[in-house]
T-cell receptor, first 109, second 115 residues
Framework: GIQVEQSPPDLILQEGANSTLRCNFS?????LQWFHQNPWGQLINLFY???GTKQNGRLSATTVATERYSLLYISSSQTTDSGVYFC???????????FGKGTKLSVKP | SAVISQKPSRDICQRGTSLTIQCQVD?????MFWYRQQPGQSLTLIAT?????????ESGFVIDKFPISRPNLTFSTLTVSNMSPEDSSIYLC????????????FGPGTRLTVL
């Protein structure tokens, strides 16, 4: 099945800094989503982005499907951005999402 | 977007017992999934809950351990049977939201601790 690799695994930022999270996947996909899991375990949808670029406030994402990677940009980070960010292409045999191991982000005040 | 609720939100159970988790969606959906997230790990699919037929399980998960019901297009249950401490995890249901572009949304999760 499809393999998903996220980098970096851990990231510590000072409040106000910018960051880029990367997701590589091993096969072509027709759907890819980014999620933020907050410290209470809730998964929050950030982007549905099978290709191209989208922006939502301080966050933006780009997927280059032909090269099998996606990037999540966080600008002017805030402490509330802390948590784990998951990339999940739709590549399972049942139409399910396949999750990477995530990037754990800690934003310090 | 989908509004999904799960019950219970958390529970502490004794080994050898069973727990049934409920998932309710505010609109009819075809695809409903159950995932497990073990402590410090990523999410893994347990099964797809199919309305009117048996669930489809991923390799490593069996119906006797994780029986699933899907009586209609807005509701599903997952039972964790004969629990052991290794079953301590967050269990999440998700739905494919076909009203827009097949985006998948997750419920708030059930945090299970088995003693």
């Amino acid at each position: 099945g499809i393999q998903v690799e996220q980098s970096p695994p851990d990231l510590i930022l000072q409040e106000g800094a910018n960051s880029t999270l990367r997701c590589n996947f091993s096969d072509s996909v027709n759907n890819l989503q980014w999620f933020h899991q907050n410290p209470w375990g809730q998964l929050i949808n950030l982007f549905y982005i099978p290709s191209g670029t989208k922006q939502n406030g301080r966050l933006s994402a780009t997927t280059v499907a032909t090269e099998r990677y996606s990037l999540l940009y966080i600008s002017s980070s805030q402490t509330t951005d802390s948590g784990v960010y998951f990339c999940a292409p739709r590549g399972g045999s049942q139409g399910n999402l396949i999750f990477g191991k995530g990037t754990k982000l800690s934003v310090k005040p | 977007s989908a509004v999904i609720s799960q019950k219970p939100s958390r529970d502490i159970c004794q080994r050898g017992t069973s727990l049934t988790i409920q998932c309710q969606v505010d609109s009819q959906v075809t695809m409903m999934f159950w995932y497990r997230q073990q402590p410090g790990q990523s999410l893994t699919l347990i099964a797809t809950a199919n309305q009117g037929s048996e669930a489809t399980y991923e390799s490593g998960f069996v119906i006797d351990k994780f029986p699933i019901s899907r009586p209609n297009l807005t509701f599903s249950t997952l039972t964790v049977s004969n629990m052991s401490p290794e079953d301590s995890s967050i269990y999440l249901c998700s739905v494919e939201w076909t009203y827009t572009d097949d985006e998948q949304f997750f419920g708030p999760g059930t945090r299970l601790t088995v003693l």
